[in-house]
């Protein structure tokens, strides 16, 4: 089976094709970064039309790039939610629509379903059950997963997400959206502990998180210091620390409540250097294991989707006709794949 997989949840318009037996063949990312950055975050209305823009060349060249044409392909995978709902409903109608056309099922995905199996796109892939820690621009979750469709939310963010946080932080150190991995590059250069933030709710139990409070220091903080290159990285650097080891508590956290020594982390901010170190080094202390997938893996895109569609057709899942998007969608709810 060959499953085309389509993503459009937010300001990537993501195309990819999955084959059962020979893995990925094609992944291409079109990003609209440019489009939302002069507006310091992503402007909804102009995500979804230039999904529109793209979405139909993306995936001719997709295809064409393959050698593969329509009948080639067996089944699509289309992300119907979380997201904004404008541009999911760009590819859940091009994608519902080419099904119809080309006489083939097509299944809607979770996005959080599919940021969560893209480790299992790499040929060193976690096994099931594990802990994972989801972090993108919309999402901060800990999950434990015992199988594919089977999740359990351990905790998760009351408010930012940590991309967000990332994003917004960035964009008062006058840097461009998304800020999130040349904050973390200005970070390097900054002198560790000549500022040091909170590392919020980890006073407490639980397993949620919260970042709005931090974020109010930081800022607070950029406001009242000086305006140098060398200041703005220092406080780059304590901003990340204590972002870092405020997720890394509560990974391992997780990890004692559940008893599990398989640690996953994905979505947009897993592309984090500072923050694979800091957990490969816990990970290594606790004799248990971490994955991530490659760095185009961690952001949005289509071969998260086309795979985790394959798990879901191969198991005889699919969607009927009507187009329907979900921009709010709980992992929890989801099927369990036999
Ligand atoms: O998963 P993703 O592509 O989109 C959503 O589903 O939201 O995540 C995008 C987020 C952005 O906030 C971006 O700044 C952040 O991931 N990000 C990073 C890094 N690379 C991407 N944050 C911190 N460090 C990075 N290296
Ligand atoms: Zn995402």
Redesign the pocket.
């Known amino acids: 089976m060959r499953v085309l997989g389509i993503e459009t949840?937010?300001d990537?318009t993501g195309v990819a094709i999955y084959d059962q037996y020979q893995g990925l063949l094609v992944n291409k990312v079109y990003s609209q970064n440019m489009l939302h950055a002069d507006y310091g975050g992503v402007v909804p209305e102009l995500a979804a039309r230039d999904h529109t823009r793209k979405i139909i060349p993306l995936i001719i060249s997709t295809l064409k790039q393959v050698h593969l044409e329509s009948k080639d392909i067996d089944g699509i995978a289309y992300t119907a939610g979380p997201?904004l709902i404008g541009s999911l409903l760009v590819g859940a109608t091009i994608a519902r629509t080419l099904a119809y056309a080309w006489k083939i099922p097509a299944i809607d995905i979770h996005?959080?379903e599919?940021?969560l199996l893209a480790p299992m796109l790499e040929k060193k892939a976690p096994e099931f059950p594990f802990v994972a820690l989801l972090v993108?621009?919309?999402?901060t979750q800990l999950v434990s997963a015992s199988h594919i469709g089977e999740y359990k939310i351990l905790g998760e963010s009351l408010d930012d997400a940590v991309g967000e946080v990332f994003d917004k932080i960035a964009v008062l150190l006058g840097l461009k959206y998304p800020g999130g991995a040349v904050l973390s590059k200005m970070a390097r250069k900054g002198i560790s502990d000549r500022y040091v933030f909170p590392r919020p709710m980890t006073d407490r139990p639980g397993l949620n998180f919260s970042f709005s409070g931090l974020k109010t220091c930081v800022v607070n903080t950029i406001m009242f210091s000086a305006h140098d290159v060398q200041t703005y990285a220092d406080i780059a650097r304590a901003f990340e620390d204590a972002i870092i080891e405020t997720l890394g508590i509560k990974c391992r956290r997780a990890l004692e409540q559940t008893g599990l020594k398989c640690l996953v982390i994905s979505?947009?901010v897993s592309a984090n250097h500072a923050l694979r170190a800091y957990l490969l080094k816990m990970m290594y202390a606790l004799k248990g294991s971490l994955f991530y997938p490659r760095q185009e893996f961690c952001?949005?895109n289509g071969a998260m989707v086309a795979y985790t569609g394959l798990m879901r057709l191969k198991a005889g899942l699919f969607s009927d006709l009507s187009i329907l998007v979900r921009p709010r969608w709980s992992l929890e709810v989801l099927a369990r794949i036999k």
């Open positions: 949840s937010c990537e997201g996005h959080m599919a940021h993108s621009g919309g999402h979505g947009g952001t949005d």
